[in-house]
């Protein structure tokens, strides 16, 4: 079966603070896609980073960074210096290439509060 | 912008009527997806739809059904609500290949069954 993980509920932090959230997932297949998402206060949902299983490179996208290990089956994500607009749920995803649904297994979430 | 509105935003019903939200897209995209958001589950696969009246469930598909009669529409039905199905409902759009793709949400629907 293929699981998300997302064992910190709640987060808080004071702005210019960094912080990491954690996602770990299951499954045995072995080509499968990551995926992180942000929920506002507003409430949409805002598609931020996909992975495939086969990248374990590190990416960097200005604040954002994402760590990918496979070997720990992990797909963490960290915020550099984190501002008041970073407070959102954050989703982490799995989705698998076989099936051919293309359906996301989401995490449970983690909610980031950033005072300032 | 991927185009996606759902209707209504916001609904209050009564235990036992039937509910239908829509979920409207502009793109012409194949995959279609409707999710359910309840705290401490994140979100949760209802049903899919994989072209015009070819849909299938999700995981938590009781009590709910979906038709897709044109590719741009894709409809929840609640054949007779209960108020455990009081929930966020969102829709996405599946941009890309089939399992790389990226989906893409509509604003949501905030349902109430009282």
């Known amino acids: 079966a293929q699981k998300v993980t997302q064992a910190q509920t709640e987060i808080s932090v004071v702005e210019k603070e960094d912080v990491t959230l954690d996602c770990v997932y299951e499954t045995r297949d072995t080509t499968y896609y990551l995926f992180w998402y942000k929920q506002p206060p507003s409430g949409e949902l805002v598609f931020l980073i996909r992975?495939?299983?086969?990248?374990?490179q590190n990416e960097i996208s200005g604040r954002y960074s994402w760590n990918f290990q496979k070997s720990t089956s992990s797909f963490n994500f960290t915020i550099t210096a984190s501002q008041v607009v970073d407070s959102a749920v954050y989703f982490c995803?799995?989705?698998?290439?076989?099936?051919?649904?293309?359906?996301?297994?989401f995490g449970q979430g983690t909610t980031l509060q950033v005072k300032p | 912008d991927a185009g996606i509105t759902q209707s209504p935003r916001h609904k209050v019903t009564e235990t036992g009527t039937p509910v239908t939200l829509r979920c409207h897209q502009t793109e012409n995209h194949r995959y279609m997806y409707w999710y359910r958001q309840d705290p401490g589950h994140g979100l949760r696969l209802i049903h899919y739809s994989y072209g015009v009246k070819d849909t299938d469930k999700g995981e938590v598909s009781d009590g709910y059904s979906v038709s897709r009669s044109k590719t741009e529409d894709f409809l929840l039905t609640l054949e007779s609500a209960t108020s455990s199905q009081t929930s966020v409902y969102f829709c996405a759009i599946s941009v890309g290949g089939v399992g790389a793709n990226i989906q893409y949400f509509g604003a949501g629907t905030r349902l109430s069954v009282l």
């Open positions: 992975r495939n299983s086969f990248d374990e």
């Open positions: 995803a799995l989705s698998l290439r076989s099936g051919n649904t293309g359906k996301l297994i």
